[in-house]
C-alpha cells in the first residue's frame, strides 16, 4: 500500500510541477505583451486580422522574416496578416513608397525579400530612388511606371495612414505585431524574435477561444 501511495504521490507531484511550468511559460500581459485600450477597430467577420509593423533597414526585422513565412504555415486560414512599415526617417518613409507601391503593383511577394537583402548585405542603398529605379528594371519592373506608382498621392495616403496606425497602437519600435486590435508585442518585449512569434501564436488562439465562447 505504502509503494501504490508515494507512486501517487508523486504522479500528482509531478503533474502539479508540469501545470505550474506550464502556466509560468504563457505569455504575460505587460512583460511579453501590452494590451491596448481603447482597442483599435478591425473589419467584422470571423478573421484574426494580425499587423506586422517593420523596417526594411532594421536587422532584427530581417532576421525576423523566416520565422514569420513559418509561423504563416501553420497560422490558420483565419488569419489574415498586414504589413505596415516605418516611415518616421527619411529612408524610411522611402522605403514605406517602395514597400506601397510594390503591393499595389502585385510584385510584393516576389521583392520583398530581395529588398531586404540588398539592403543588408549588398549595400545597394535602395532607399535611394536612382538605385531603386536600376535595381527594379534588372529585375523586370518598368521602372517609370513604378516611378509614377510610388510617387502617387494615394501611394503618399498609404504611408501617412501607416504612421497613423503606427501611433494608435503606440509602436516605437520594430519588429513588433499587433493581434486583433487589442495586443502588442515586439521582439523587445518578448526576449527575441522566436518568442515574439510565439506570443503572436498564443494571442490569435486567445482571440479564436474568446471568439468561441461568446
Keep these: 500500500m505504502k509503494t501504490i501511495f508515494y507512486r501517487t504521490a508523486a504522479a500528482i507531484a509531478l503533474a502539479a510541477a508540469a501545470a505550474l511550468a506550464s502556466a509560468q511559460s504563457l505569455p504575460i500581459a505587460g512583460r511579453d505583451y501590452l494590451v491596448i485600450d481603447p482597442p483599435q477597430p478591425v473589419s467584422p467577420g470571423a478573421m484574426v486580422e494580425v499587423i506586422e509593423f517593420f523596417y526594411y533597414g532594421c536587422p532584427v526585422c530581417y532576421e525576423a522574416q523566416p520565422h514569420i513565412a513559418r509561423w504563416l504555415t501553420s497560422a490558420g486560414a483565419d488569419v489574415s496578416l498586414t504589413r505596415v512599415p516605418s516611415a518616421f526617417t527619411a529612408e524610411g518613409e522611402s522605403y514605406a513608397l517602395t514597400f506601397y507601391a510594390l503591393l499595389s503593383g502585385g510584385r510584393l511577394a516576389q521583392l520583398h525579400g530581395p529588398v531586404y537583402e540588398n539592403h543588408h548585405f549588398d549595400d545597394r542603398r535602395l ?31 498609404r504611408v501617412a495612414e501607416g504612421r497613423r496606425i503606427f501611433e494608435a497602437y503606440g509602436v516605437k519600435a520594430v519588429p513588433a ?24 501564436a498564443h494571442l490569435v488562439s486567445r482571440v479564436r477561444e474568446e471568439r468561441l465562447k461568446k
Excluded: I, P, Y
Excluded at 127 to 155: C, H, I, P, T, Y
Design 127 to 157: 532607399s535611394e530612388e536612382k538605385n531603386l529605379l536600376d535595381w527594379l528594371a534588372r529585375n523586370g519592373v518598368d521602372a517609370e511606371a513604378f516611378r509614377a506608382q510610388r510617387d502617387s498621392d494615394g501611394n503618399r495616403a
Design 177 to 200: 505585431f499587433a493581434v486583433d486590435g487589442r495586443f502588442v508585442t515586439s521582439a523587445r518585449l518578448a526576449g527575441g524574435v522566436k518568442e515574439m512569434l510565439n506570443v503572436v
